[in-house]
């Protein structure tokens, strides 16, 4: 037996370190040729790291959270013949090593086998409760996500300061009965008068930052350190760019698709850069540079279950609504999905950032550094308005727009926003060359 040690592969692009984010193995565990070992991540793009090998987990050369160096030890596996590292010290028959090394093969496969069946199993569990009642000794059920029971059940448990979801129940497909509800009173002294949802409650729990948030605080805090902000918030009517889009979808949209309110406010970036091109920028505060562009590469700042993470629209001024349209939802999903690529997540010029339904009437969006300028998209509400000395109700939203003071005065920033607000309260210029 040998052992076979895998190093941290370099990932490119002249990264020198990277962040270990998930182990797929533990140390006893076989694994196969292209079985996944390991997940490491480098800037916002997490890699999948494949064992080369056929063999047994030996060691592990990192705990999750670890930054390491590329080139540094990952991980060790026991391998039949020599390895990577040392010869065995005794050398076994040809027919011997090939009778061992089928077995290893087997074993592994074995196991993944084991492991993709049980994984299938959770999967295909039903949801109905076993007819066989909880034993007395189990304090408590496992959480169900949707528990069973009357409103009348519902109701008495608020009043006990029950939570369903933990209540074994022995109805029918697992339904609470109120007899489910005294005996698990009974076992938990202090429940049946409410007190339980007016209880003290002194839990902690320290929460690592690692992986995808790690890199969101460092470039947070980065942005926020190196580059003095001002935001400029002002108000647009978007009562006729709305009923644009919906004339667009009703017409154009089960052939073409439909449209949001993003790819009509790339639009909008697009020409107002034209007028104002000190915000399409990246600035290099090391070597004293703005490099303004031509192109116009919108970062789009998509929430995901990691965290937040800005795909990229390139090009926006070679594409129509539509080609936009389509590209904003493919980079979401890569991004929601963990599937971006690298060149998917960087090169941006200008960001857009949007909390949709959650937008707010303000906020004060953080500059994607080394980028120049973040436009903010705040919620849509119907209000009444003055308009040629009657009062109408007007669809209204607030941009809220953050610049880097250092390279864009205010009355620059103030310019590029009321470009914008031009192009979307009329919105037939928007193509208009």
């Known amino acids: 037996m040998g052992l076979h040690v895998i190093k941290m592969p370099d990932i490119g692009e002249g990264i020198a370190e990277v962040e270990l984010v998930a182990w797929h193995v533990k140390p006893g565990d076989m694994v196969i040729e292209d079985q996944i070992l390991a997940d490491v991540m480098t800037d916002k ?24 160096a590329v080139g540094s030890e ?19 028959t040809p027919v011997a090593a090939a009778t061992h090394t089928a077995a290893i093969q087997a074993e592994a496969v074995l196991a993944a086998a084991a492991r993709q069946a049980a994984e299938s199993a959770v ?6 409760a076993s007819a066989q009642p909880a034993p007395a ?8 996500e949707k528990p069973i029971a009357s409103p009348a059940v519902r109701r008495r448990a608020w009043d006990l300061g029950i939570e369903l979801q933990f209540v074994p129940g022995s109805g029918t ?15 938990r002294p202090g429940l049946g008068t409410g007190a339980a949802r007016y209880a003290e409650r002194h839990e902690e729990e320290a929460v690592p930052v690692i992986g995808l948030r790690r890199k969101i605080a460092q470039k947070m805090q980065e942005a926020k350190r190196r580059i003095p902000h001002f935001t400029y918030v002002e108000e647009i009517d978007v009562t006729e760019v709305e009923a644009l889009r919906a004339q667009l979808n009703a017409k154009f949209g089960a052939e073409r698709g439909r449209i949001t309110l993003l790819p009509l406010l790339a639009r909008a970036i697009v020409l107002a850069v034209r007028d104002v091109p000190q915000v399409n920028a990246r600035y290099d505060d090391e070597q004293g540079v703005l490099t303004r562009y031509g192109a116009v590469h919108i970062g789009i700042a998509t929430q995901t279950d990691a965290g937040l993470m800005v795909p990229v629209l390139r090009h926006a001024e070679a594409r129509d609504l539509w080609a936009s349209a389509a590209e904003i939802a493919r980079l979401a999903a890569a991004a929601r999905s963990g599937k971006a690529a690298r060149e998917e997540l960087s090169g941006s010029t200008i960001t857009i950032t949007s909390l949709g339904a959650l937008g707010g009437i303000v906020s004060t969006p953080v500059i994607n550094h080394p980028e120049v300028a973040i436009v903010g998209v705040n919620r849509m509400v119907e209000r009444p308005m003055m308009r040629a000395g009657a009062v109408v109700p007007r669809l209204m939203m607030n941009l809220s727009s953050s610049f880097d003071h250092r390279v864009v005065d205010g009355a620059v920033g103030a310019e590029f926003v009321q470009a914008l607000r031009g192009l979307l309260e009329c919105p037939a210029t928007l193509f208009v060359e």
């Open 45 to 68: 793009a997490t890699v999948e790291i494949p064992s080369p090998v056929v063999g047994k987990v030996a060691a592990l050369g990192g705990e999750i959270g670890q930054v390491m």
């Open 74 to 92: 990952l991980i060790r596996i026991e391998v039949e013949g020599v390895g990577n590292v040392k010869a065995s010290p005794a050398a076994a």
């Open 123 to 128: 999967r295909e569990r039903p949801a109905a």
């Open 137 to 144: 000794a189990v304090a408590q059920a496992a959480p169900r």
């Open 173 to 187: 497909a697992g339904r609470i009965t109120h007899e489910d509800l005294d005996a698990f009173a009974a076992r």
